[in-house]
């Protein structure tokens, strides 16, 4: 597990317990738990940045460079649909929505950093 | 349903209508609202994942585990069609998806204890394997929820 494995672990996990705990107090969807998801989404776009210096400079991605990429641009993609599917309706549940964004963005993270390495 | 059940939702449905400007016009035949939301966008994560999934143990190793992987991609659809019909309003949507949710439960229900008890036949992974234990069991818990809110939203029985 690298850098980026961690920085998405912590902000994921944060946002996270942030949006469910929103959802629980019965709240709708803020600045808060949208900026949280946003910020997981900039992690994956560290991610992404990283990943492409790395391929770019001659490192070998150990598994299949196409299955990693796919989870990489997948889970970008969560974020953003997360977001909109948020706000499109915002009640409490919404914010249980965005909560699922940082666990599935960490496990998915996860399985890149297995594909990689 | 039963005809007394019919009678009361009836009933209940003929006290409800006249009254109830005051919530958001939000017509009782729809699930993509409220904790629908979450289970939609669960069920599409896992639409997702299943779909991907299939497609590379199909596209890269199809031979090993014809079986197996016939059946992640026909978790695949199952998952796909629980999405798209989650999010329709209407009663045909609606009788999809209680289609689409059982038989995730049955799958989710045989592929596991397949997989528990017939280890030799079913040794490859698919979303199902024990009871979605690799998905941390939201496979198995997935279709419960479904069946619940599918329930609590099922559309007011027809007039006569």
Known sequence: MDAYFYIILVVGLLSTVLCAGAGILKKAPNDATI??????????LVY?????????????????????WGYLVTA????????????LERTRWSNF???????????MAARMNQIWY | ????????????????????????PAPRDTRNTGPGR?????????????????????LTKFSEAPLAYLLSAFAAVVYIVATVSLAK??????????TAVLV????????????????????HETVWSLFGRGYGFIPLLLPILGLIWLYRRRPAPRRP
């Open chain 1, 35 to 44: 900026l949280s998801v946003a910020a997981v989404e900039l992690s994956l």
């Open chain 1, 48 to 68: 992404l940045v990283g990943s492409i210096v790395r391929v770019a400079s001659g490192e070998q991605i150990a598994g299949e460079p196409w299955e990693f």
């Open chain 1, 76 to 87: 970008l993609m969560l974020p953003v649909g997360a977001v909109y599917w948020a706000i």
């Open chain 1, 97 to 107: 929505v965005l909560a699922a964004v940082g666990v599935t963005a960490l496990v």
């Open chain 2, 1 to 24: 349903m039963t005809a007394s059940q019919q009678g009361t939702g009836d009933a209940a449905a003929a006290a409800d209508s006249p009254s109830t400007p005051t919530a958001a």
């Open chain 2, 38 to 58: 979450l289970l939609i966008a669960v069920y599409a994560v896992f639409a997702l994942s299943a779909t991907a999934r299939a497609g590379y143990q199909i």
């Open chain 2, 89 to 98: 309003a209407g009663r045909t949507w609606f009788k999809v998806s209680v």
């Open chain 2, 104 to 123: 995730e439960l049955i799958g989710v229900l045989v592929v596991g204890a397949l997989s528990l008890f017939d280890a030799v036949n079913f040794p």
